[in-house]
């Protein structure tokens, strides 16, 4: 069957430093999404990406997210100067269209500690 | 704004038992909702959807939800519950409303099966 892979499992960075969270979603997917879980918190969306540009994004997501589509494979979350309260599981999602109806499918979640 | 809600942080219950897990939605228009579960170290798994028809929705692992209009509810039910289900359940609605049609989750409900 096939899923979104996300790597490193656990990435662990000290405050001010950049980080990068790669993601590899469903091959004919076209809709690509990161969510974040504060540890105790709900799961919230982060942004959405199609056609090579970001369709929509969340309050949480400010200056200092990035996000990119590199090759056609990777999907990558840039955080440039990460904060303490940054600390929190990052999950990728891809859909294959981008309707009502569609579910997501979801990577196993990049662990970010930033001390 | 859609919303969810799981008033639940944990539900136990014993092997073999029926298990309910609930959710209460707030949405304007058609709700489109969704139950994903958690494994530990694993990501969010899809389990099953309801968009429209039939009330009783069926999906993974014998899994099940019903959809309430009345009491805005969708709750997740299972016959049987097995120790290997143990693990954190989350629902969520589409947000047909923005431009990528994201999902908005609950907090999350741990369910604990005692063998």
């Known amino acids: 069957e096939p899923e979104v892979t996300q790597t490193p499992s656990h990435q662990v960075t000290q405050m001010g430093q950049e980080v990068i969270l790669r993601c590899v979603p469903i091959?004919?997917?076209?809709?690509f999404y990161w969510y974040r879980q504060i540890l105790g918190q709900k799961v919230e969306f982060l942004v959405s990406f199609y056609n090579n540009e970001i369709s929509e994004k969340s309050e949480i997501f400010d200056d200092q997210f990035s996000v990119e589509r590199p090759d056609g494979s990777n999907f990558t979350l840039k955080i440039r100067s990460t904060k303490l309260e940054d600390s929190a599981m990052y999950f990728c999602?891809?859909?294959?269209?981008?309707?009502?109806?569609?579910?997501?499918?979801f990577g196993q979640g990049t662990r970010l500690t930033v001390v | 704004a859609q919303s969810v809600a799981q008033p639940e942080d944990q539900v136990n219950v014993a092997e073999g038992n029926p298990l309910t897990v609930k959710c209460t939605y707030s949405v304007s228009g058609n709700p489109y909702l969704f139950w994903y579960v958690q494994y530990p170290n694993r990501g969010l798994q899809f389990l099953l959807k309801y968009i429209t028809g039939d009330n009783l929705v069926k999906g993974s692992y014998g899994f099940e939800a019903e959809f309430n209009k009345s009491q805005t509810s969708f709750h997740l039910k299972k016959p049987s519950a097995l120790v290997s289900d143990s693990a954190l359940y989350f629902c969520?609605?589409?947000?047909?409303?923005?431009?990528?049609?994201?999902?908005?989750f609950g907090t999350g409900t741990l369910l604990a099966v005692q063998p």
């Open positions: 999602a891809s859909t294959r269209r981008g309707q009502t109806n569609t579910e997501a499918f």
């Open positions: 091959s004919n997917h076209l809709y």
């Open positions: 969520a609605v589409r947000d047909g409303g923005g431009a990528t049609n994201k999902l908005i």
